[in-house]
């Protein structure tokens, strides 16, 4: 027995020192630092390392240093593009859709600063944040696992004199401006975080922070920077040190990015840092449609597509520079989104990756470009439209046509004139597949470049002939229907196919008559669990007839139906059904309100009216009933409540419900046609 124990402990001992070896060689791995800028506004089209005719000299050199791709894509809006970079999940999962300067991510999903943290990075979040509301700058810390912030308020001016709030409890407005980080700098509680203006051009001031921070490091101390700069999104204000002979204010902003990454090298050059820290840089979107950029060879006049699904509105910058770690000078077509930064970045800080994740790590594409792309196709959403892409194709949602984007800023549409030449196009049904399968998980709808429309996606979209045929819930290639909990076995095959004993779906077989005459194939045996009667538990072998019906359900003309039991209630959260109706509620749950055909309970709103008690059914914005020293106004959509006085000066009463509108003057006033004002008689 004490050898066992003993021989126990040992093995015991020698794992742990293998674990704490590969954990330790992981984090060797890792940089020392990364500073991820994600930018405002600006494509591609607008850096010269792309091909740009603007001159951007200092992302050129981080590019020649490090790896550039140029199949990046992120959603065409800021909010969703940035809510997905910090949770690595697509808007339909984060719940971030649309652009929303006060959106308000989940705390669930704001996941970057939490990852970071737990790596054993110290976290700092600069510049813009727009996925909680401005005046909640409080969550960055938290809610999304930051250790500082220095965040723009998101409400005075971005470039001059803009508002931050910042949790550095030594910062004050005397000292903003000449701040310097120390090592372990002390913070405030979240909540009471500190409002300071700078007082010069803000992204210069910023850049300032940033370098104080990294330089303020420990030799030992890991940190992750997320910085947002605010060039080039509009008001286009030119910066102090702007080309007085540069008339276009976009590029002087573009210039001066340019400019801050140059400093930002050069400090960690000069701090002897730059085999330590990772840059990268991305961007959210494109430019505003008035923005138009010369690119190319050709001198092509790019024009911005900020909210659109075209190159210039979500082929995005993406460049990374690790000191001489990284194949300086690779140009790759690495097909990413925007859900791929954050499980990049854990695995690159050897951390841990959370579950549920849309994205996928592209780190060792980075140490190795000659790896296999992990990707195949990346997805843009905005609000219910959508566009899908692989290295050569894109689906658009909004206009249900393929186009050809292998050369970037040429887009070809792809002519689909029927189901037959869809079909025969294997790549057009490739791409078309993924949009399937994606329109699944999304629960999105979408329509076939030929008119046909895909509700809520498949598991597989496939051609039958001509037929383009869409599989759910099954996992057998051709299948309409598996058999009950046998996702392997088919039990119906979509036509023409013919079932096979095993289950399988397979194309009738062509033979000539004497063979036909001569071989008689085996009768296929049915599955005793198939049934086409929905809501039927045993079904006949003919799979038409029910004999017995789901709980709640009862047989309907003999067998062929089975309907909903009169005494069964089925919608959901309802409490109490109409009799005999189990389809109509009557009283629904508490916090539930039936809706005006009783077919669902729906969640009750909040009233919407402000100093408003109780609003009508189904009308936050309606009130009923005002609170004490406030009246209904009169009339309209969207009744609110007023001040119960009159407001009209040298009025002795006002209409009911218009506290601006007299309806009888003081003696010796009389009233102006509008009834907005009670004038003097002159006598």
């Known amino acids: 027995t004490m050898m066992v124990m003993k021989s126990t402990s040992f093995l015991t001992r020698v794992v742990c020192a293998i674990v704490l070896a590969a954990l330790a060689a992981a984090v060797s791995e890792s940089p020392r630092g990364i500073l991820l800028m994600t930018l405002d506004d600006i494509g591609t089209e607008s850096f010269s390392t792309y091909g740009s005719h603007r001159h951007t000299p200092n992302v050129d050199a981080m590019a020649d240093a490090g790896i550039k791709s140029w199949a990046f894509y992120s959603h065409p809006v800021c909010t969703p593009t940035r809510a997905s970079l910090i949770s690595g999940r697509y808007p339909y999962h984060n719940g971030q859709e649309k ?70 409890a030594r910062m004050s407005q005397e000292n ?55 060039e080039n999104h509009n008001p286009y204000n030119r910066p102090p040190d702007a080309d007085p002979a540069d008339e276009d204010a976009y590029n002087t902003l573009t210039v001066s990015f340019d400019k801050t990454v140059g400093e930002i090298v050069q400090t960690l050059e000069d701090a002897g840092m730059t085999e330590d820290v990772l840059l990268g840089l991305l961007s959210d979107n494109g430019a505003t449609r008035h923005i138009t950029t010369i690119w190319g060879p050709d001198s092509l006049a790019i024009r911005g597509n900020k909210f659109g699904f075209s190159d210039a509105g979500i082929r995005m910058p993406f460049i990374f520079k690790w000191g001489s770690r990284l194949q300086g000078g690779t140009t790759v077509n ?88 869809m079909c025969a196009n294997a790549e057009v049904m490739e791409l078309l597949n993924y949009v399937a399968q994606h329109a699944l998980r999304s629960q999105m709808s979408f329509k076939l470049p030929t008119g046909e429309k895909i509700v809520g996606g498949c598991t597989q979209l496939i051609c039958i002939g001509t037929v383009p045929t869409c599989l759910k819930d099954c996992a057998v290639t051709g299948c309409e229907q598996c058999a009950n909990e046998q996702p392997t076995v088919c039990a119906r095959c979509a036509a023409p196919l013919q079932l096979t004993a095993e289950g399988q779906c397979e194309a009738p077989v062509t033979t000539s008559t004497a063979t036909t005459l001569a071989t008689t194939p085996e009768p296929t045996t049915p599955d005793p669990n198939h049934c ?46 109409k009799r005999n109706r189990p389809l109509r509620c009557e009283v629904c749950d ?31 914005n309606r009130c009923e009933e005002c609170a004490s020293g406030y009246q209904l106004t009169s009339g309209g959509s969207s009744r609110k409540c007023v001040v119960d006085q009159c407001l009209v000066e040298n009025c002795l009463a006002c209409r009911d419900g218009k506290p601006y509108r007299c309806e009888e003057c003081k003696p010796g006033y009389m009233k102006k046609k509008n009834t907005t004002e009670c004038r003097l008689i002159e006598e």
């Open 99 to 168: 652009n929303d300067e006060n959106g308000d991510i989940a705390p669930e999903h704001c996941l970057l600063g939490k990852v970071m943290s737990n790596a054993g990075y110290t976290t700092l979040q600069v510049g813009k944040w727009q996925i909680n509301p401005a005046n909640e700058s409080f969550k960055v810390t938290a809610e999304c696992g930051f250790k500082y912030q220095l965040t723009w308020d998101g409400v005075d001016s971005r470039y001059i004199k803009g508002e931050f709030d910042v949790n550095f």
């Open 590 to 620: 508490e916090g539930f309100i039936v809706s005006k055909r009783n077919k669902v309970c729906n969640v009750v709103q909040p009233c919407l009216v402000d100093n408003c008690i109780t609003c009508k059914n189904r009308r936050p």
């Open 334 to 421: 690495l097909l990413t989104d925007t859900t791929d930064i954050l499980p990049t970045m854990v695995e690159a800080a050897g951390g841990v990756l959370p579950d549920d994740m849309d994205g996928l790590s592209f780190w060792q594409n980075l140490l190795d470009p000659s790896l296999p792309n992990p990707r195949a196709y990346a997805f843009s959403q905005n609000k219910e439209r959508f566009a899908l892409r692989t290295t050569k194709l894109q689906y658009r949602k909004d206009n249900q046509i393929v186009e050809d984007i292998s050369e970037p800023f040429n887009t070809v549409e792809v002519k689909i004139a029927n189901r037959a030449a």
């Open 532 to 577: 086409d009667v929905a809501n039927c538990l045993v079904c006949s072998s003919k799979y038409k007839v029910c004999s017995e019906c789901e709980p709640d359900y009862e047989l309907f003309r003999r067998g062929s139906r089975c309907k909903p039991s009169l005494q069964a209630c089925l919608v959901e959260n309802c409490a109490e059904c």
């Open 176 to 230: 903003v401006d000449t701040f310097t980080f120390i090592q372990d700098e002390p913070v405030v509680e979240p909540g009471n975080e500190i409002h300071v203006d700078p007082q010069g051009w803000n992204p210069y001031w910023m850049v300032r922070m940033i370098n104080s921070f990294m330089t303020s490091r420990g030799p030992d101390e890991r940190f992750f920077i997320f910085y947002s700069p605010f």
